[in-house]
């Protein structure tokens, strides 16, 4: 059968899945459109929070963005694992006995407080709908391939598709379509890896294929990487950087308190029965995460062996020197994947030095000899441009896998996108309606209006997110990565002191979360226009790029987190402590015992 | 006992198993993956260097185990104290 029908068999079927289980599933009352009703199983919660959690940035676009820093990719693998950690341990257990549905819902009752609610909802609402740019991203890149038009066409058609479904169901739909969704989306991750890691290195398992030597050679696949990779002027794969030593702790930190900090995710853990399922939940999520976690590595790793014998055939398996004059291939003869991805304009070729070959290099190479040698070669500059969120679509397509794994990968990028959009669509819908509409500014509304309400928020958010998805302020991930930076510098410390300091105040949590995300935003605007606004970028003013001891703005959340910290508690000091009803009432989240059903009144 | 001393002693518990756990959090992916990686480098495990290993592995794996031991070990301390749901 041919490709494109076979894709087309592949989405629709997962599709129809999907929609029968929200239909089966449909919401009733708004309890259970939000929560549905307290009653999911720690596993089931697990893989629901695991389709979720793993997004188009997970998905489509991570392993790419590996793929391209080598080691320091890792930032991500640990970032957004290790926050599951802190997210058992400090949040979710203490969150579930609070028993309400919202993150803004305990910052107003822990600190006494409407505007403490109010500024939640600002930090909230700022982390979501920058995670939905990213999304929209992924979604485009996702579309754009699977339709077979451009990028920015395909974030329309994204843009549609996402508003019906996430208005279609509430959570409960959402939970057990999450179920079917995270099926799909980890068996579309690890059949092609399977597949690509027994064709290189003869091992059936991704985790443990890149750890061992290539098909019929006595070299370890990542020495042969190394090699390869420093043979065409880019750093070495294992070691190399994100900048330097510092942002990438940074950056890793800011993604796991980040992780700890987004609603979408924390939300999760009200639909537990119980505390002590709240604590476990994580550890499963986590365990259907790093399924695909531990695998991204692989395929990153064996997508780059795999670009490179594409475009430099024998540089890999026969030790051809990559300088020799036909080494590259030409440009007449390139693979048909490349052609379908032409079209997408996510894959550029541009004859620099009119051979008729491909050259892919790094051309920024800072290695005097490296450069020497290409300019002897007659090389031009880098000919082939690979967006790095095209990578995980591609990558059975490059291994010259079977078309039915192929439509797989489309239709499990999509779940991931939807999912996670879908996800975070609810967060925002429920921060407007709930805490702001109803908690804030008419408390009588009813719960059709309260409903209503939400879904205009949604569509709002959609249209929002979706135009500035098509000016993306980086690849999905990284623009991921700045939502995660917002959370972790607003919401994680204020949830964070609501339960581990008894004496923390509502002008110290309410001063410290302002701070944070003022100072965070200001940052990534800074570098990214402001509310990512192409052309209002202001780096002048903070003294060029990464100023801030060479700290990118993805990895800045952490410092916007520590000064969250300090500012919250300079001012509680000078400010008076919260009355006895509240500090009597930490008491009583910090033990199980007495937990109850989630309930939606005030 | 009165209830005041045993929640103290409770929350005392806690605060040392989390402790505990954020320490090896720490050493194995702050650690071992970034700031020590360079110097497990020079150690292999199969086609692996080891800080390599930690930071695209191994870390993750440790996560796994530290969430469940987190688990079981809180829910022991809940019924030690006696505050345990049901």
């Known amino acids: 059968m041919e490709l494109q029908t076979t894709i087309y068999i592949f989405v629709g079927l997962s599709f129809a899945l999907y929609i029968g289980i929200a239909i089966w599933a449909r919401a009733g009352s708004t309890s259970e459109f939000y929560a549905a009703g307290g009653s999911v199983h720690p596993v089931m919660n697990g893989m629901a929070t695991a389709a979720d959690w793993m997004s188009a940035a997970s998905f489509i676009s991570m392993a790419g963005l590996i793929s391209n820093m080598g080691y320091g990719g890792a930032l991500f693998l640990m970032g957004w694992t290790g926050g599951y950690v802190l997210l058992a341990m400090l949040l979710a257990p203490y969150l579930r006995k609070f028993g309400k549905f919202t993150v803004p819902q305990f910052i107003g009752d822990r600190f006494y407080s409407k505007s403490a609610s109010t500024v939640a909802v600002i930090c909230l609402l700022t982390a979501s709908i920058t995670y939905i740019i990213g999304q929209m991203t992924g979604v485009g890149v996702a579309f754009s391939r699977f339709l077979g038009v451009s990028s920015d066409t395909g974030i329309y058609v994204g843009m549609a598709i996402v508003f019906a479904y996430a208005v279609f169901g509430g959570m409960k739909g959402i939970t057990y379509t999450q179920v079917a969704q995270y099926i799909v989306l980890i068996l ?11 064709q290189l290195t003869g091992n059936v398992l991704p985790q443990l294929g890149l750890g061992s030597s290539l098909v019929g050679h006595d070299v370890s696949l990542l020495a042969k990487l190394d ?3 420093t043979d065409l002027g880019f750093g070495k794969y294992t070691t190399a950087l994100p900048g330097s030593t510092l942002n990438m702790f940074m950056y890793t930190l800011s993604l796991m308190i980040g992780t700890a900090g987004l609603p979408h995710v924390i ?8 505390v002590k399922d709240a604590r476990s939940s994580a550890g499963w999520a986590l365990v259907f995460i790093a399924i695909l976690y531990t695998t991204a590595p692989a395929v990153a790793a064996m997508a780059k062996t795999n670009l490179i014998r594409t475009v430099t055939p024998g540089v890999v398996m026969k030790d051809t020197n990559v300088f020799e004059k036909d080494a590259a291939i030409k440009y007449e003869e390139r693979p048909d994947w490349m052609k379908r991805w032409e079209k997408t304009g996510l894959l550029k070729f541009e004859d620099k030095n009119g051979d008729g070959r491909i050259q892919y290099y790094n051309d920024a190479s800072k290695n005097a000899d490296f450069q020497k ?7 031009k500059g880098n000919e082939l441009n690979v967006n790095a969120d095209i990578i995980v679509l591609a990558n059975p397509e490059i291994a010259l896998l079977p078309n039915w794994v192929i439509a797989l990968v489309a239709a499990g990028g999509l779940a991931a996108a939807l999912s996670t959009a879908a996800g975070l669509l609810m967060a925002i819908s429920s921060a407007v309606s709930h805490d702001l509409v109803k908690g804030i500014f008419a408390p009588n509304i009813s719960e ?6 939400g879904k205009i928020s949604m569509a709002v958010a959609i249209v929002i997110s979706g135009w500035l998805g098509l000016n993306p302020p980086g690849f999905a991930a990284g623009t991921v990565a700045l939502a995660f930076g917002i959370a972790a510098s607003s919401l994680f410390p204020a949830i964070m002191m609501g339960i581990f300091s008894k004496k923390m105040n509502k002008e110290g949590a309410m001063a410290g979360m302002l701070s944070g995300l003022f100072v965070t935003l200001f940052y990534v605007f800074a570098h990214k226009g402001l509310f990512f606004i192409k052309g209002t970028e202001y780096l002048d003013l903070i003294g060029g790029p990464n100023s801030f001891f060479g700290i990118t703005p993805e990895a800045f959340g952490s410092v916007g987190a520590i000064v969250n910290f300090v500012v919250a508690f300079l001012v509680d000091k000078v400010t008076k402590e919260p009355p006895a009803h509240i500090q009597a009432m930490v008491e009583a989240v910090r033990i199980p015992r007495g937990s109850k059903a989630v309930d939606g009144a005030h | 006992m009165k209830d005041e001393d045993s929640s103290h002693a409770y929350w005392k518990a806690t605060l040392g198993l989390l402790t505990r756990i954020l320490i090896i959090w720490f050493v194995v992916s702050f650690g071992a993956g970034i700031l020590f990686a ?16 930690f930071a695209q592995q191994g870390s993750i794996y440790i996560f796994i185990v530290l969430i469940f031991y987190y688990a079981k070990k809180m829910n022991d301390i809940d019924r030690r104290f006696d505050v345990h749901e049901d």
């Open chain 1, 373 to 379: 040698k290409a300019a002897d070669a007659g090389w």
């Open chain 1, 448 to 453: 059709k209006g309260e409903l209503m309400t």
């Open chain 1, 188 to 198: 579309a991750y690890t059949i092609p890896a399977v597949f690509i890691s027994l």
């Open chain 1, 227 to 229: 090699q390869v990779v």
């Open chain 1, 267 to 274: 939300m999760r853990f009200f639909t537990v029965p119980s």
């Open chain 2, 38 to 53: 360079p110097l497990l480098n020079n150690i292999q495990l199969g086609g692996y260097p080891l800080g390599f290993w």
